[in-house]
């Protein structure tokens, strides 16, 4: 809670002791912890992010451990090569099976609800996973934007809106305009409440996005 994972829910706090203390408690691990696992955060002794997330895979399943591991990723507290490198942890295997599902070298979502619409794109048979953040430029090789999740294979790209910020709307569909006159991709647009509390529905819509852009061809340079 303190590093500010995504998905983390406080139960209470485990205190990590070293294994010669004395006296039983609840909430206290005892063991031999190095020093640079340890960083302050608001004054407060805690693990960092490396150990942080060693210590959660052993207590989350594997969608919500993601979703912290993207957080930990974009906050640069640590790496994938470091995670990688875990061993004799009670959760490495869950650590070995997420990292394997996420393409290499993809940076870190930009958002929660990034990370929840492609764990729900996994759902979509022969979708595949999408490019992050892809940068979209004219014929001229100028900017035009950058999607949040494309397949540039299909023809299509996601817009997620995160129904917080005004007038946000507005200049989205104008970047969405932007990039369909650029690409001539189709273009599927979801909002938190969709991805969050209509799943199904998502999956569905996602669905036939992938299927109509299958049938399209692809546009020719």
């Known amino acids: 809670m303190l590093l500010e994972l ?13 294994p010669t203390s004395s006296n039983q408690r609840s909430n206290v691990r005892r063991r031999p912890l190095a020093r640079q696992r340890v960083t ?51 959760g490495t295997a869950r650590i070995r099976r997420v990292l394997a599902s996420r393409p290499a070298g993809a940076p870190p979502t930009e958002s929660l609800l990034e990370t929840l619409t492609v764990q729900l794109a996994r759902h979509v048979p022969g979708l595949g996973e999408p490019t992050r953040q892809l940068v979209v430029e004219s014929r001229h090789g100028r900017f035009v934007a950058r999607v949040d999740l494309a397949w540039p294979e299909l023809g299509l790209f996601i817009e997620l809106d995160g129904e917080h910020h005004k007038g946000q709307p507005v200049y989205d569909a104008s970047r969405e305009t932007a990039v369909v006159a650029a690409t001539a991709w189709l273009c599927g647009r979801f909002t938190w409440t969709e991805v969050t509390r209509h799943r199904r529905h998502t999956i569905r819509r996602l669905a036939e996005l992938a299927e109509q852009a299958h049938r399209r061809p692809l546009p020719v340079d």
């Open 6 to 18: 995504d998905s983390v829910v406080l139960h209470g706090p485990v205190v990590t002791l070293p």
């Open 40 to 90: 302050i955060v608001k004054g407060i002794h805690c693990t960092d992010g490396l150990q942080t997330l060693a210590d959660l895979a052993g207590v989350l399943d594997d969608l919500v451990w993601e979703q912290a591991l993207e957080s930990a990723l974009r906050k640069e507290l640590t790496t994938i090569e470091d995670l990688e490198h875990v061993a004799n942890a009670p």
